[in-house]
């Protein structure tokens, strides 16, 4: 199914392997990260479009986040 009829029962969706790809250019992407990797793995549907993202970049941004932050803390 497309993300319009997707949209109508759902307010969002899981993507894995290989369709990571497919819709990346039917949604709106705001992370730069995320549009260099070309690839998304969940899309919110919202009255102003449908917004992609990578969830797993934000995980690692967040650790990576964490352990600077520790790093920090242990100089």
Do not use: C, M
């Not at 319009?4 to 949604?27: A, M, N, R």
């Not at 969940?42 to 520790?70: M, P, W």
């Amino acid at each position: 199914p497309g993300l319009l009829e997707l949209s109508k029962k759902y307010q969002g969706i899981s993507i894995t392997s290989p369709h990571k790809k497919l819709f990346f250019h039917d949604v709106i992407i705001k992370s730069p990260i995320v549009k260099e990797l070309r690839a998304i793995n969940t899309i919110a549907f919202r009255r102003n479009g449908y917004f992609g993202t990578n969830t797993d970049v934000i995980a690692v941004e967040q650790i990576l986040l964490r352990l600077k932050s520790a790093s920090k803390n242990l100089s």
